[in-house]
Every structure is written in C-alpha cells, then in structure tokens.
C-alpha cells in the first residue's frame, strides 16, 4: 500500500506516461461530465466538503483511481492507496489502526481500495466499524456490479457513482494533452498525424491508460530524424497495436461510407457483402450498438411486414450486444445481417409514412372527424363528438362503413403493400377489406341497409377472415408467396 497526504512535487520521468499526467485537480480531469461537471453532483459535494464513503464503478482506464486522488488532495485528507490483489486482513487492520490514530489527531483519512470485488465476505466486513464510526472515509473502486460483488452491509454505507468509458473526443483531448503537456511528451518534438491518433483512440475503446500507454510506446518506437524529432508511422502503430490500423472515424465520411455500404448490401440481398461491411466496421472499432440500431431500422423501412420476425431478430440483436459486448456479439449482429439480407423486401411502411408526413405538414390544422372524437363529457356530446361512431366488434366481418380520414384525404391511401414475402397475403386482405367497405357505402348512399343476418355485400370478404397469424399471413392461404 501506498500512503500520501499530499501530491507528489516532482515527476518521475521514467515512470510510465499515465502515471506522468495523472490529473490533480477536477479542472484537469477529463470525462465524467455527468459527475463532476460544472453544477454536477460529484462535483458539488467535493467542493462543499461533504464527502463520505462511495464506490467508483467503471470499466479500466476511466479514472478512478484519479478522481479518488484528487478528492484526497482537495480535502487535504491522508491518502491510503490499498489493493485487493495483494492485501489481506492483517494489512486491513495495520492501516485501519494507523486511520484510527490519526482521526483522534484531527487528520481524516481516505482509503482507496481498488478492484475492491477482490475481497472475500471477511476482508470487506473488516472495514465495517470504521466505516461507520467515521475512521476512515472509503473509496472503492470495482470494475464488476458492486450489487453483486459488495457486502450489502457494506454498500448500504456507501455512495456508488457509476463511471463511463471515454468518448472518442474525450480520447483525442487526452493524447493532444499527453504531445504538449511537458510532464508527458510535450520536451519532444513529435511528428504523428491526426488518423493516428484517432486510430489510438479508437483502439483503446474509452480507456485512457491503454491509449497513453500506446501512444508513449509508438513514440519510443518512432524514427528519429535529423533534427532530433519524432515520426510516428502508420507501421510503427500498427506494431503497436498488434492490428492494422483501418481508416475508420467514428465521426467523420468513412463512418457513414460504411454503413451505407452495409444498409445497401442487404436491401440488395447480398449477405457476403454485408458480412464484409459489417466486419469493416466492427474490426475497426465501431459501437456495435449503433450497428445494431441501425438494424432495427433497416428491419422496418427494407423488409417490414414482407418478414414482420425481421423486427424480432434485430431487436433480439440488439440485446445480445448489451449482454455479450464486443467481441462476442460480432456473431449476433452477423446473424441478424444475414437474415436481413436474405429475407423479402418491402418499403411500403417507410414509403406510406413518408406520404402521411408531408400531408401532415401541409394540413396540420385539418380536424379529427366527429365520429372518431372522444365525447366523454356532456358539452362534447353536445357538440355531436362520438356521434355516427361505429363499434367495430358489434359486426361479425369486424368491420365498418365508418371514414376515418379527415373529409379532405377521404380515399388517400398510405400503406400500398407489395407482392413480396408476408405481404402478398396482407395485399389480398387490404383488398378484400377495402372493396367490402366500398360496397357497403354504395349500398347506404342507394338507401339500402345493412343485412340483419350479418352477410356481406361483397361475397370475397368472409366474415371472421382477418386475424393476423404469428408468421405473419392471413387466414389459411398459406404464406401468399
């Protein structure tokens, strides 16, 4: 363990180029907006000193051993650093005994305990009384769900702040910092492009100390040149890194090159291609949840009611990214790819939502006809709200002569199903129901009525014929093609 009341003065140049820029104070310190940005809750806390106990939950990288430094610096507490690796309850006592002392000298103290799920039921219930007689203040660091992996006793005792992976600006911010900061790199002339960096950055997947240590062993491995400089090359980096360093940003033309390379491989119903596309941008580093989402996008606007189980699958793997993350999940998004591309296309939904949308913007005023408008007050029933409603279930077909269109789209049509998959069969019913509807009205505007024996004045739609089957088709025709 390592003991210190306050920061270090001099900076150890050989020690590694994290451990060299380790911020020291929350101005410093880059990420964790949601917690110790202007205003924010962390933030607040520290700068109120009203700090007690609380466990940092995050993946490596993200700075939490950092921001429990900085808390011990701006509280000018005692600072214990204390591993869950090495330690056990022996060494929990010497340090508990050496808080105790120094609290009834006035001095508090922090003891930070990383990888703290480490410690069995006994070692993390040692630390209980002094925690609760104010000994000591502990922060714990875990990078598993402290619900699981910390005594509940323990935890009722502390505040857990959830930390988050870097984002990829976050990642550029800090290796820009690491090239100009003196106590990094900044005494070094270095030569790297910006790819590079991005690339870093990408490779590094929001953990800071992995991208530092990368870029310092790219630096170290770099060409000096006659002025004394350093260049930083593709092949150096992709020594580096063990992998080839594909030209991919997130944020920029590639990204969307890609992905629509992806989204048209599978409306083109190429599954070789698609597998292609989508390893290009998961192997270069891409969120597969935002593959994923774009998916479940594709499932409805490229194949929609043509293979309604398209949606199931893409949201299924959606969820199995959350669950497995990368890179086991490259074999769900795979599965959901390929079944994307080989499945019937139809772009009838997104075609009839975008027909309903510029009709909307133009006739945003246009009223909800009164025979559809809710009446369930007395002023409403007098002005005839819910007058002419027709209850759909009283009739055997489950259907009415009722318009439900405002009276300026009567007989605009949104939804035109095509002939693919699912949705030949949904065309057919659409028809059916369509030309009994036209039936019945022209048989009420002669001053007919409707049959009291609940027949249908168009013999092609058969009562009770429009329940709409798990796989997706109509009645017992089959899958209509």
């Given amino acids: 363990m390592e003991q210190l009341s306050l920061f270090s003065a001099e900076v150890n140049m050989s020690a590694p180029l994290a451990s060299r820029l380790r911020p020291q104070t929350l101005d410093d310190y880059i990420g964790q907006e949601h917690l110790v940005g202007k205003g924010k809750v962390l933030r607040q806390i520290l700068e109120k000193d009203m700090i007690s106990s609380m466990i940092f939950w995050g993946p490596p990288g993200v700075g939490k051993t950092t921001l429990a430094r900085i808390i011990a610096h701006m509280t000018r507490a005692s600072f ?11 060494e929990i006592r010497e340090v508990m005994k050496q808080a105790e002392d120094s609290r009834l000298m006035g001095q508090r103290t922090i003891v930070f305990v990383d990888e703290i799920h480490r410690f069995n039921k006994a070692q993390q219930d040692a630390f209980l009384p002094y925690v609760e007689k104010g000994s000591i203040i ?36 800090l290796l820009h910092n ?31 100390r992995m991208a530092l240590n990368t870029l310092d062993m790219a630096v170290l491995n770099g060409r000096i040149e006659t002025d004394g400089s350093v260049t930083v090359g593709e092949e150096v980096l992709e020594q580096c890194t063990g992998k080839k360093m594909l030209l991919y940003d997130r944020n920029g033309e590639e990204h969307y090159n890609l992905i629509s390379a992806l989204h048209k491989s599978m409306r083109n119903s190429d599954p070789d291609a698609a597998v292609y596309w989508l390893a290009r941008m998961l192997e270069a580093g891409e969120d597969p949840l935002y593959v994923a989402r774009r998916l479940v996008r594709f499932a409805s606007e490229d194949v929609g009611i043509a293979d309604s189980g398209a949606l199931s699958v893409a949201v299924a793997a959606y969820q199995a990214c959350h669950f497995n993350g990368m890179p086991e999940c490259n074999v769900n998004l795979t599965h959901a790819v390929v079944y994307l591309s080989m499945a019937p296309k139809s772009n009838a ?3 009839g939502y975008e027909t309903a949308k510029q009709d909307a913007a133009r006739m945003l005023t246009e009223p909800v006809p009164l025979q559809i408008r809710n009446g ?7 002005l005839h709200y819910g007058e002419g409603y027709q209850y759909a279930h009283d009739r055997e077909e489950k259907l009415t002569e009722m318009e439900c269109l405002p009276q300026a789209l009567k007989g605009r049509e949104y939804y035109v199903p095509g002939n693919q998959g699912a949705e030949a069969s949904v065309a057919e019913k659409l028809r059916q129901v369509k030309a009994f509807k036209k039936a019945l009205r022209e048989e009420l505007s002669n001053g ?18 429009n329940s709409y089957l798990s796989d997706g088709t109509y009645g017992e025709e089959g899958d209509g093609g």
């Fill in 138 to 173: 502990l922060i714990g660091a875990t990078t598993e769900n402290p619900s699981f992996e910390i005594n509940s006793a323990l935890l009722s005792r502390c505040k857990v702040f959830v930390l988050k992976a870097l984002t990829p600006e976050d990642m550029r911010r």
């Fill in 376 to 382: 369930v007050t007395s002023l409403m029933q007098e």
């Fill in 349 to 351: 939904l997104y075609v």
């Fill in 178 to 208: 690491a090239l100009t900061d003196r106590r990094g790199l900044g005494s070094q002339v270095i030569h790297i492009d910006e790819r590079l960096l991005n690339a870093i950055a990408v490779f590094a997947n929001g953990d800071a």
């Fill in 448 to 465: 007919g009525s409707r049959l009291d024996d609940g027949s249908c004045p168009d013999d092609s739609f058969q009562p009770g014929d």
């Fill in 80 to 90: 214990i650093d204390f591993s869950a690796v090495t330690s056990g309850i022996k």
